[in-house]
């Protein structure tokens, strides 16, 4: 599984995430993740973002 997280006082806040080459969106649709198990990459498209979206963020 890959993970796309933000870093928050308690931790990891997962926002989206998805198994082997299924591409998923977030509960809001502003976050796209997409893995390529042939290149061995993943995809994160983040759109529509607000001030209030700043933040630091990682994958797991």
Do not use: P
Not at 4 to 9: I, K, M, S, Y
């Amino acid at each position: 599984a890959k993970y796309w997280c933000r870093l928050t006082q308690h931790g990891c806040q997962e926002l989206a995430w998805t198994y082997d080459q299924y591409k998923r969106q977030s509960k809001d649709g502003k976050i796209t993740i997409e893995g390529d198990t042939t290149s061995k990459t993943v995809s994160v498209t983040m759109t529509d973002l607000k001030a209030e979206d700043s933040g630091t963020y990682f994958c797991a």
